[in-house]
Nanobody, 132 residues
Framework: EVQLVESGGGLVQAGGSLRLSCVASGFNFDDYTIGWFRQAPGKEREGVSSISTKDGSLHYADSVRGRFTISSDNAKNTVYLQLNSLKPEDTAVYYC?????????????????????????WGQGTQVTVSS
């Protein structure tokens, strides 16, 4: 059974940092793309970042590039998302998800974006709240 378990969310002031973790089990972790998505109340799910556990290739949404860093520890079947310089607009439930393809992207408004439909397994989410 595929399982993804997120942790690390919480309440932080603007400018602060958090590190989210996603522990995976039940599949060959070394050959997947693990993505982080977020969804704020009343808004669509947004792809934030992804990493290929096979070749280490990375992707970031423009909204987080330079502030968030994704990494993986394949020995621990864990993907991390370091959130720095947090803003109130980063407030959302953050989900990790697994895709069994190398490039789970689509083009939205001319930009490469993570495609939620390409990810077959999802965690339960962890809440990140940034106060102003």
């Amino acid at each position: 059974e595929v399982q993804l378990v997120e942790s690390g969310g919480g309440l932080v002031q603007a400018g602060g940092s958090l590190r989210l973790s996603c522990v995976a089990s039940g599949f060959n972790f070394d050959d997947y793309t693990i993505g982080w998505f977020r969804q704020a109340p009343g808004k669509e799910r947004e792809g934030v970042s992804s990493i290929s556990t096979k070749d280490g290739s990375l992707h970031y949404a423009d909204s987080v590039r330079g502030r968030f860093t994704i990494s993986s520890d394949n020995a621990k079947n864990t993907v991390y998302l370091q959130l720095n310089s947090l803003k109130p607009e980063d407030t959302a439930v953050y989900y990790c998800a697994a895709a069994g393809i190398a490039r789970p992207f689509t083009v939205v408004a001319g930009k490469l974006s993570l495609s939620p439909s390409a990810f077959g397994s999802w965690g339960q989410g962890t809440q990140v709240t940034v106060s102003s």
